[in-house]
């Protein structure tokens, strides 16, 4: 079975940084997308950033555009995500999560079938 896990969640102040890391196990070929997702209390969960595995290609959200960066290995099925300049606002459990096949909006959840437990980050003002 897929298993995807997260780490590198925290607490920082606005303004910091933090590395998340997403390790997928459990299957032989590579996935068609990998995404980085959040969700803050009463609100949905939100799309953030992806990565198309093959093409190496990545797509983000206008709220993290400049301050976030996707990356993968895709040797090792892992996929990082770089949060730079964090704001209160950016307070969340993030997720990660792949896709096998295309996916008709690549950050709305739907397409994607594996998904992380999630990490939390916490950024204070």
């Known amino acids: 079975a897929v298993q995807l896990v997260e780490s590198g969640g925290g607490s920082v102040q606005a303004g910091g940084s933090l590395r998340l890391s997403c390790v997928g196990s459990?299957?032989?070929?590579?996935?068609?997308?990998m995404a980085w997702f959040r969700q803050a209390p009463e609100k949905e969960r939100e799309g953030v950033a992806v990565v198309w595995t093959h093409a190496g290609a990545t797509y983000y959200a206008d709220s993290v555009k400049g301050r976030f960066t996707i990356s993968q290995d895709n040797a090792k099925f892992t996929v990082y995500l770089q949060m730079n300049d964090l704001k209160p606002e950016d307070t969340a459990i993030y997720y990660c999560?792949?896709?096998?096949?295309?996916?008709?909006?690549?950050?709305?959840?739907?397409?994607?079938?594996?998904w992380g437990q999630g990490t939390q980050v916490t950024v204070s003002s």
């Open positions: 459990g299957v032989t070929i590579s996935p068609y997308s």
């Open positions: 999560a792949a896709a096998f096949g295309g996916t008709r909006n690549p950050l709305l959840p739907d397409d994607y079938t594996y």
